[in-house]
């Protein structure tokens, strides 16, 4: 419980660890940073499989010290709980960005994307990869796209 505590807030304090929550913001920074757009959508208190993606991927070491200097991340949150709900603004930017990349509801989904937008790769739920393996998977699409 402790654990899921812990992911709970550390997903609500998303913004000061990188991740941004408005995508024509992370445009522009993708643009002027010539980097990739990593969009991921959760559910962050209610989605296990968001929750274990978040705390095995996106937090590990490997992970975050690659998105650091190479990424812009973007997190389009769906929260349930009445406590953690978004303001009217973010609910609004996080369903267009659903309607356009997430139409049927997943969760979680991951795509990578480049500075304009463009679908580059996606992920279907959980990776059942290592923290590493995903790392080295975007590493290489991010090369191959410059």
């Keep these: 419980m402790k654990f899921i505590v812990s992911i709970l807030l550390s997903s609500l304090l998303a913004t000061s660890s990188g991740w941004l929550n408005n995508m024509e913001d992370a445009k522009k920074d993708a643009t002027q940073k010539h980097e990739l757009i990593l969009l ?9 499989p968001c929750m274990r993606l978040k705390a095995e991927i996106f937090e590990s070491p490997v992970f975050k010290t690659y998105a650091a200097d190479n990424l812009i991340l973007v997190n389009a949150d769906f929260p349930r709980l009445k406590k953690n709900q978004l303001s009217k603004e973010q609910v609004k930017r996080n369903e267009a960005l ?45 090369n191959d796209s410059k």
């Design 98 to 142: 659903a309607d356009q990349y997430n139409p049927t509801g997943k969760f979680p989904f991951t795509l990578l994307l480049n500075a304009d937008g463009k679908v580059l790769k996606t992920y279907d739920g959980f990776p059942s990869i290592s923290a590493e393996e995903f790392t080295n998977a975007i590493k290489a699409l991010s």
């Design 40 to 48: 991921n959508f959760s559910g962050s208190d209610w989605c296990g």
